[in-house]
């Protein structure tokens, strides 16, 4: 398993307090009162959502009533490894807001599921397939920063050939095999690529969604379900135009009921490998 991420130690850590204000009876408010902060914040903490001081964390253990020491200093072990950087930090603005979220959280899950209707996925996209998206989308971004979301993409993908690398399930609505960016050519060398890793990863999976599959409400929008490790909840990350959205709980739970309905009605692993090879074909001869 990869280092944990600051986002993810932040969350776990998150967790961790929620049990404990759980196991002491309390509810948020109750802690707020006893640490001189809103009920919000509390909440905020216990999603990982904040960062914690050393103050604040001693606060709310004394609040909690936690009087282990070993206890206290794995959670301050925690919370102080909650604030260190990860590799995405060292390009700047380029990844802000959701979007580091996103990367730091895929950065620790071990099982990724991803249902994509436009595009392929970025873990997959070959470096000619992510600049020719880029191009497309000059008119909302400078040159520079295109530049540097495809430096992004091809270091996320090193997680994949890594010691520990994620179980990564992906299905493709077959649109995306028939939108060429980039022209022939460069669509002929990521369906070949996708197909290759599908047949030689044996933790990458890939399945393709067929025309001829009847529209149902699981078919609006793209997704990636994240799973974690040890008792972690899952995420699910749904990407937008002005950036990437993420829930919890009933959201994860809506969105995994929705994946098992795509992954029954798309075409198996072997006859989606056939499917994107017989794509690749046509594109050469195009």
């Known amino acids: 398993m990869p280092a944990s991420s600051p986002t993810v130690r932040r969350r776990r850590l998150g967790l961790i307090l929620r049990d404990l204000r759980l196991a002491a009876q309390l509810t948020g408010e109750e802690v707020g009162r006893r640490v001189e902060r809103s009920a919000s914040w509390v909440s905020r903490v216990e ?6 001081r050393s103050r604040d964390l001693n606060d709310l253990l004394d609040a909690l009533e936690v009087t282990s020491q070993e206890i206290r200093a794995e959670l301050t072990q925690l919370a102080r490894e909650s604030k260190q950087r990860g590799w995405w930090n060292r ?9 580091a979220s996103f990367i730091s959280f895929e950065h620790e899950a071990s099982v990724l599921l ?3 209707t436009l595009v392929v996925n970025g873990l997959l996209q070959t470096e000619a397939y992510a600049r020719a ?5 000059t008119s909302i971004q400078a040159s520079g920063d295109a530049d540097r979301q495809v430096q992004i993409k091809l270091t996320r993908q090193q997680r994949l050939t890594s010691e520990n690398p994620p179980e990564l399930w ?3 609505d077959e649109a995306v095999l028939r939108r060429p960016f980039g022209g022939p050519s460069v669509m002929r060398e990521q369906l070949q690529y996708l197909a290759a890793t599908a047949d030689e990863l044996p933790h990458v999976s890939i399945q393709v969604l067929p025309h001829r599959q009847a529209i149902f409400p699981g078919m609006i929008a793209s997704f990636t379900l994240m799973e974690f490790p040890g008792p972690d909840t899952s995420i699910v990350f749904s990407e937008g135009l002005t ?7 009933e959201e994860a739970v809506r969105c995994t009921i929705i994946f098992n309905e795509l992954r029954a009605a798309a075409l198996s692993k072997r006859d989606s490998i ?7 074909q046509v ?3 195009q």
Do not use: F, W
């Open 47 to 52: 999603h990982g959502r904040v960062g914690l």
């Open 91 to 99: 390009y700047g603005q380029t990844i802000t807001g959701p979007y």
């Open 114 to 116: 991803c249902y994509e």
């Open 133 to 137: 998206l880029n191009d497309r989308a």
């Open 170 to 172: 992906i299905i493709l």
């Open 243 to 249: 950036g990437a959205v993420h829930g919890e709980s």
């Open 274 to 280: 056939k499917m994107l090879r017989g794509a690749a």
């Open 283 to 285: 594109m050469v001869e």
